[in-house]
């Protein structure tokens, strides 16, 4: 596939893959900034049955709100702050998900699929549902080398598996997330 190299600085807009099987690389994680604020939505978006040759790369993903989902037992709820897999199985690399909001799964959320996810931080994002991390459901994700801190949800402070997920979490460290009922 295709290649987009990304300069670095902070940009103000969404990114959706839109089944494109290419490579979004960043300068690095804290030098290029996709940012969401105000926008609403996921600042990401791997929603067109995208496989692991659709690569984002060395980014700072922050100020997501995430997009409606049906969730199983709650309904429709903001879901996916920062990056939003729905029915996906992209690959997530050197990336930091930093202060992302919504009801499940601020940083990143998995409704089905298949994603790797390697060296990557999830750190400050606040659901009010599940996972302020991570909320996956109807998927077999798999972390590797990932850090989880300081996290917020009501459920699963740093990840939330649950509804049919069977998640593959290799050498990880989960450091100081807090949630509020449990998990």
């Known amino acids: 596939g295709d290649t987009v190299q990304v300069e670095p600085g902070s940009y103000h807009e969404k990114l959706d893959f839109l089944s494109k099987a290419i490579l979004v690389m960043g300068a690095g994680p804290e030098i ?13 978006r791997f929603s067109s049955e995208e496989g692991s040759g659709s690569v984002l790369d060395g980014f700072r993903i922050v100020h997501g709100e995430g997009e ?26 050197n990336c930091i998900f930093d202060t992302n909001v919504s009801w499940g799964g601020a940083g990143l959320c998995i409704n089905g699929g298949t994603p790797t996810i390697t060296d990557c931080t999830f750190r400050n994002n606040t659901s ?12 077999t994700p798999t972390f590797e080398r990932c850090r989880f801190e300081s996290n ?32």
């Open 32 to 44: 290029t900034i996709l940012a969401g604020s105000g926008l609403g939505g996921s600042v990401v």
């Open 68 to 93: 409606i989902i049906n969730d199983p037992v709650f309904g429709m709820v903001h879901c996916g702050g920062g990056v939003l897999i729905n029915s996906a199985s992209p690959t997530i690399l």
């Open 152 to 183: 917020v949800a009501s459920w699963g402070g740093g990840m939330t598996c649950t509804d049919m997920t069977n998640a593959i979490v290799t050498d990880c460290d989960f450091v100081g997330n807090n949630t509020l009922n449990v998990g």
């Open 128 to 139: 009010e549902g599940h996972g302020g991390g991570v909320y996956a459901l109807h998927s």
